[in-house]
């Protein structure tokens, strides 16, 4: 989820725990479960500071070791340590559970956006995306809103989030019967498929498609449970030639393959060097694919300028590059 989304499950996760008799007996115990919670909700997403070394550390790491099960188990220890320290008379083990809880949950609910997370490690990198709630869903983020000014108008916060929960328990279930049978839909039209990927939007009954096939990529959208294919392209191994062999060394496009699982490549060759693009398909917006990787190499397969990331444009990507003009 987007960071807004956490914070306000932090709070709403501190409010739900004065239902702990334990916590609710301790002014010292309630005030430092409420910090755990709100710094639980949000200590797996520090990885966000590799942003301000480049993209391609950032599309690596995020979500990766610091949303692992190690992580899961040592941030709470750590917070609890630390607020422990500063509220003595609090109940530690209340603490610790509140705080865990917000870790834990910060980490599950990540799993169910298309991003996802690599919450199985050490034992597999895989990552664990099950597409079913966008990063920032605004049904989750303005029930927690709406349930915190309820809280800041009186009401009981115990039983004001235990019912906000109950919800989106329910929204949960509904979403994951609402994907369902857009793959349904999917496997009518692509009956033949390989791999299908359906990923969320920011409105209730559209969904982004990347599918593939054994000659063919599909990229579609579905609205209303009705799936459009809008663009197919043929599907083609990527070559083991030097060219490409080069490109893939480079950090931003292995950061990027690492990540990606359906794309397509590009190679083009100008005068005094070659550009080399992997695509990811599964983004299409108004028409294009913002989530890219690409590089440019001289004739001696020699890195001059890369890139990945999110570009909108044909001329912000040039911009990005300070490239040769292609």
């Known amino acids: 989820m987007d960071t807004g989304t956490h914070i306000v499950m932090g709070i709403a996760l501190g409010g739900l725990a004065t239902l702990d008799p334990v916590v609710a007996a301790s002014s010292a115990t309630t005030t430092s479960v409420f910090i755990g919670t709100i710094v639980g909700s949000q200590i797996p997403d520090i990885d966000t500071v590799l942003k301000l070394r480049n993209n391609a550390i950032y599309i690596r790491n995020h979500r990766g070791v610091t949303h692992s099960i190690p992580a899961v188990l040592i941030w ?11 509220f003595p008379e609090a109940n530690i083990l209340h603490l610790w559970a509140w705080t865990f809880a917000a870790v834990f949950i910060h980490v599950f609910v990540d799993i169910f956006n298309a991003y996802g997370t690599q919450a199985l490690r050490p034992f597999t990198s895989k990552w664990v995306a099950l597409g079913v709630i966008n990063t ?15 809280w800041a108008l009186g009401a009981n916060p115990g039983y ?11 929204y949960y279930i509904k979403r994951y019967q609402a994907k369902k049978r857009v793959l349904a839909e999917v496997r009518k ?21 990347a599918a593939m096939n054994e000659n063919t990529f599909f990229v579609g959208r579905a609205e209303n449970g009705k799936v459009n294919i809008l663009d197919r392209f043929r ?14 060394n480079d950090e931003n496009v292995s950061a990027f393959l690492s ?8 190679v083009d060759e100008y005068d005094n060097y070659y550009e080399v693009r992997f695509i990811d398909l599964r983004y299409r917006s108004n028409g294009h694919y913002p989530f890219v990787a690409v590089v440019q190499l001289d004739r001696d397969l020699k890195v001059i300028n890369s890139y990945t990331g999110w570009v909108y444009s044909e001329k912000k990507l040039r911009k990005k590059l300070r490239m040769i003009p292609g």
């Open 189 to 209: 039209l692509i009956p033949d498929a390989t791999d299908i990927i359906i990923a969320p939007t920011l409105r209730f009954h559209q969904w982004r498609i």
């Open 235 to 248: 599907r083609i191994p990527v070559p083991k030639t030097p060219v490409i062999e080069a490109a893939k």
């Open 136 to 150: 920032f869903d605004p049904f989750i983020f303005t029930i927690h809103v709406v349930g915190i000014i309820i």
């Open 76 to 86: 709470p220890l750590l917070i609890t340590a630390v607020v422990y320290f500063l």
């Open 160 to 170: 004001t989030f235990l019912i906000m929960y109950l919800i989106i328990f329910g």
């Open 259 to 266: 990540f990606s699982p359906v794309y397509r490549w590009e």
